[in-house]
């Protein structure tokens, strides 16, 4: 961890106080993130966002009255935004796809072990999508279904060729995050520093083609179907 890095600054915006309470002690309890804030709706989300300007806001999807949707559409109309990590205890296409389409860097539900949380915040901070390895697969299905664009035209020997064109340890990091694994869970997976698993991750945009990790997981999905 570099020691010369500014804290994490996070807004926590759930309708449930308990689940508030959690979240907060779990992140506070980290050298490198700090709890400024909280809301209990989409309204107050976008008070408190505009009032603390955080690094990460952590949204449910679902709160009485503005929805946390909503709310992330309007918080990521002001200038220089905050980066959004949706909570959820649901988990469907709808609100994956909302949730991504609303302008979300993030999904995962709150059943998600504290650890992984906190790497998903820290992604998110570092401007990098996460997705839990579910709401990957949602995507995934989604995008590809037999309506898609994507299904028309997607080939397993297209991406297949593509993919040859990487090295062993790109291909594993491209593999990871069809898992759905986030950087500095990749770190651990293969051993590696997170500052390499953001290299890795470079290389493959640029090889393949592609402009974020979904695209990425595509790929995979298709090559190995």
Same mark, same amino acid.
Do not use: C, W
């Given at each position: 961890?570099?020691?010369?890095?500014?804290?994490?600054?996070?807004?926590?915006? *759930?309708? +449930?106080? =308990? %689940?508030?309470? &959690? !979240?907060?002690?779990?992140?506070? $309890?980290?050298?490198?993130?700090?709890?400024?804030?909280?809301?209990?709706?989409?309204?107050?989300?976008?008070?408190?966002?505009?009032?603390?300007?955080?690094?990460?806001?952590?949204?449910?999807?679902?709160?009485?009255?503005?929805?946390?949707?909503?709310?992330?559409?309007?918080?990521?109309?002001?200038?220089?935004?905050?980066?959004?990590?949706?909570?959820?205890?649901? *988990?469907? +296409?709808? =609100? %994956?796809?909302? &949730? !991504?389409?609303?302008?979300?860097? $993030?999904?995962?539900?709150?059943?998600?072990?504290?650890?992984?949380?906190?790497?998903?915040?820290?992604?998110?901070?570092?401007?990098?999508?996460?997705?839990?390895?579910?709401?990957?697969?949602?995507?995934?299905?989604?995008?590809?279904?037999?309506?898609?664009?994507?299904?028309?035209?997607?080939?397993?020997?297209?991406?297949?060729?593509?993919?040859?064109?990487?090295? *062993?340890?790109?291909?594993?990091?491209?593999? &990871?995050?069809?898992?759905?694994?986030?950087?500095?869970?990749?770190?651990?997976?293969?051993?590696?520093?997170?500052?390499?698993?953001?290299?890795?991750?470079?290389?493959?945009?640029?090889?393949?083609?592609?402009?974020?990790?979904?695209?990425?997981?595509?790929?995979?999905?298709?090559?190995?179907?």
């Amino acid at each position: 961890m570099d020691g010369e890095r500014k804290a994490v600054r996070v807004v926590i915006a *759930d309708d +449930d106080q =308990l %689940v508030r309470m &959690a !979240l907060r002690l779990v992140i506070d $309890g980290e050298r490198d993130m700090t709890v400024v804030a909280e809301a209990a709706d989409g309204d107050a989300a976008i008070t408190v966002a505009d009032e603390q300007r955080p690094d990460v806001v952590l949204m449910d999807v679902r709160m009485p009255g503005r929805d946390g949707l909503s709310a992330t559409r309007e918080i990521l109309t002001r200038p220089a935004p905050p980066r959004v990590l949706m909570l959820t205890t649901f *988990d469907s +296409d709808d =609100l %994956v796809l909302g &949730a !991504l389409e609303a302008g979300a860097l $993030g999904f995962v539900l709150k059943d998600t072990p504290p650890r992984r949380i906190l790497d998903a915040v820290r992604s998110v901070a570092d401007g990098n999508p996460v997705l839990s390895p579910t709401a990957t697969a949602r995507v995934i299905a989604a995008a590809t279904g037999p309506r898609s664009p994507h299904a028309r035209g997607s080939s397993r020997e297209a991406a297949r060729q593509k993919l040859s064109g990487l090295t *062993d340890r790109e291909y594993e990091t491209a593999r &990871a995050i069809a898992d759905g694994l986030g950087n500095p869970e990749i770190a651990r997976k293969l051993r590696i520093s997170v500052a390499t698993v953001k290299s890795h991750t470079g290389n493959l945009f640029t090889k393949l083609d592609v402009e974020n990790r979904v695209q990425i997981a595509l790929l995979v999905r298709d090559a190995e179907e």
